[in-house]
Nanobody, 121 residues
């Protein structure tokens, strides 16, 4: 089971931190991905962090603005989002899995319910 938190309404240029916590599975043993889905659009890969080495990868649309971090103390994965734009508005979900490639939803077994992020003035 995965659960996201931290979504909300933010003005363009603002920041948010989303968190992904797990119960029943160990995040350290899984590839973790963040995906988003805007109304009327397909689910989109945002970024991910590998199980070994904690290497991070990002979609071009968020590179340089979003950062994924492991939080060993809180046993969570955070998605730090800066310089938010209206086009970042979507439901953001975290996922855990062991498949490849990282960008494919089918690589992930466990999914959270998602948290709404709205970027608007």
């Amino acid at each position: 089971q995965l659960a996201e938190s931290g979504g909300g309404l933010v003005q363009p240029g603002g920041s948010l931190r989303l968190s992904c916590a797990a119960s029943g599975i160990t995040l350290d043993y899984h590839l973790i991905g963040w995906f988003r889905q805007a109304p009327g659009k397909e689910r989109e890969f945002v970024g991910g962090i590998t199980r070994i080495g904690s290497f991070t990868f990002y979609a071009d649309s968020v590179k340089g603005r979003f950062t994924i971090q492991r939080d060993d103390e809180q046993k969570a994965i955070h998605l730090l989002m800066n310089s938010l734009k209206p086009e970042d508005t979507a439901i953001y979900s975290c996922a855990a899995g062991t498949g490849v490639p990282m960008t494919a939803p089918t690589s992930f077994t466990y999914w959270g319910q998602g948290t709404q992020v709205t970027v608007s003035s």
